[in-house]
């Protein structure tokens, strides 16, 4: 008990001492800012403030990640990182969220570098498509979007397809960019897209890696009874009371839960406990101007890698 409280005690201190030297720098930018152009509306310098807290939210939350996962060996929902988390002070206030996208399918290992289908995804996307009534063509259309032909699947399309749209454009032939790209395949509407976007990822846990391992102690129930078809909705609440209790610190301690013994061996090298890509969401206000800025980090031995970076 005396340890725990020790550890929380000292998590709270580095989080302190992190937050407050990006408080101050971002002050020393926001004043200098202001002395060198007085000219700005002030609508207009309240949002520039609240983009560089937003930018500063981003660095910070980066910092706190790498600092709770450095000293474990895995990453669970019940980590301090996936904790929302708000600053204030007299400059405004930010938001903190963050959320691991390894826990979800990663649409972009449908397709071997061979242009042949990858069994595990393609078994997992269909399963998961059939709780969220989801048309099988639809992965056959997905993958000609992704596979560097133009011979068409069953039921599938390649770029004549999409050239005979009222807007013609091309198949991407290559891996999706973002999850926003998944409207231009034929079949995938609007509403198809919202059902699958909260069980999917475009982006893999290790560069170039032909399969994304999935995280079982941050995989929501949908994407836990994708995994195989003997897990079943009862196995899969197991699972996330199992991990809530005791977060799995490795894949062998899946025995613990009951009639997932077999079903373990099997998902040997397709599932992880320790997700690498994670989401983080800083969302800044100054005065009545907000700010947010959303980035997708890869984690590993040295900085952060960027995938992805949006301000809005």
Not at 185 to 207: C, D, H, M, N, W
Not at 232 to 239: T, Y
Not at 261 to 284: E, H, P, Q
């Amino acid at each position: 008990m005396i340890r725990n409280r020790r550890s929380e005690q000292g998590f709270a201190l580095i989080l302190t001492l992190v937050v407050t030297a990006l408080m101050v720098a971002v002050t020393t930018e926001l004043i200098h800012q202001v002395y060198v152009d007085t000219s700005l509306s002030r609508g207009f310098r309240d949002g520039q403030q609240a983009s560089l807290l937003a930018e500063s939210g981003i660095t910070g939350g980066s910092k706190l990640l790498q600092l709770v996962l450095a000293g474990q060996e895995y990453s669970s929902l019940s980590d301090k990182w996936a904790a929302p988390f708000r600053l204030e002070d007299e400059v405004g206030t930010i938001e903190i969220m963050t959320s691991e996208e390894s826990g979800r399918i990663n649409l972009n290992s449908l397709v071997q570098p061979n242009g042949e289908l990858e069994p595990f995804t393609l078994a997992a996307l269909k399963r998961l498509g059939k709780r969220l009534q989801i048309p099988e063509e639809a992965w056959n259309a997905l993958a000609d979007w992704q596979d560097s032909d133009d011979l068409a699947r069953t039921n599938g399309a390649e770029t004549p397809y999409y050239k005979s749209l009222k807007t013609p454009y091309a198949a991407r032939n290559a891996k999706l960019a973002t999850l926003t790209e998944l409207s231009l395949v034929k079949g995938l509407t609007a509403e198809i897209v919202a059902k699958l976007r909260p069980f999917v990822t475009v982006y893999a846990g290790q560069s170039g890696a032909p399969l994304s391992q999935i995280n079982i102690n941050t995989a929501p129930k949908e994407v836990l009874t994708a995994l195989d078809e003997r897990i079943d909705d009862r196995m899969a609440e197991r699972i996330l009371e199992e991990r809530r209790l005791r977060p799995f610190k490795n894949t062998a301690e899946l025995s613990r839960v009951p009639g997932f013994d077999t079903i373990a061996i099997g998902l040997v090298g397709k599932i992880s406990v320790k997700g690498a890509v994670y989401r983080l969401n800083s969302l800044a206000r100054v005065k009545e101007s907000a700010r947010t800025v959303e980035a997708v980090l890869r984690l590993g031995g040295g900085a952060p890698e960027i995938l992805s970076w949006q301000e809005y």
